[in-house]
């Protein structure tokens, strides 16, 4: 399977001030029409914001906010002492309020833009020298973290908006060391694939 395939047409990217505009807009009437909450905070002016960019229309169709190790407490550990989950010379950053799109959630047009997400995040990290990469699960979604890579700590707790949820790490030189040569097609993309359209 080439996974590459399913990302033509896309652009990932770190968003620029215009895109991240736009980004968080769509992301407010996504959230709110869908979660009941606009999934908005102070939080969002410290984070970079990768995006996936539709070639034809320019539209921003898919988003995640990272928070990086230099802003700390991320919003996790209101609920979580990450301290004493992680080693203290850990250089972890917060995954969160992922969107995508409803055109774009599944295979649409030969596209699977979720892949591309993950490779935009795991080139950004690496470049960024974080070392862990920490996000809230929630319990429907657990498969598809874990074909991630994803591992779950065992911590879990009802996060005021999102609900039941689950503490999710992906460890970068570890799953790194494990998976670089396997022939999991996820893997293949993440440790041994350039991809042009992937910009960080």
Known sequence: MQTERYLEGLTFRVADDNQKVRALELRSHIYAEE???????????????????DDGSSE????????????????????VDL?????????PAEASRFWVHRGHRAVHRRQLVHLG???????????HNITDLIMLGLPD????????????FDVAFVHPIWGSTQ???F??????????????????????????????
Do not use: W
């Open 83 to 91: 301290s004493k989950l992680l080693a203290p010379e850990r250089r």
């Open 35 to 53: 979660l009941g909450d606009p999934g908005l905070d102070d939080s969002d002016t410290l984070a970079s914001h990768l995006i996936a960019v």
């Open 141 to 152: 979604l657990i498969k598809l973290y874990r074909a991630a890579f994803f591992v779950a």
């Open 167 to 169: 503490v999710m790490r």
């Open 60 to 79: 921003i169709v898919a988003a995640l906010r990272l928070i990086g190790p230099d802003h700390r407490p991320f919003d996790i550990e209101q609920f």
């Open 117 to 127: 997400m993950l490779k935009l995040l795991y080139e950004y990290a690496v470049q």
């Open 171 to 200: 460890d970068i030189s570890e799953v790194r060391r494990v998976h670089q040569n396997s022939r999991n097609p996820v893997a293949r993309l993440l440790f041994r694939t350039q991809l042009s359209n992937v910009l960080v």
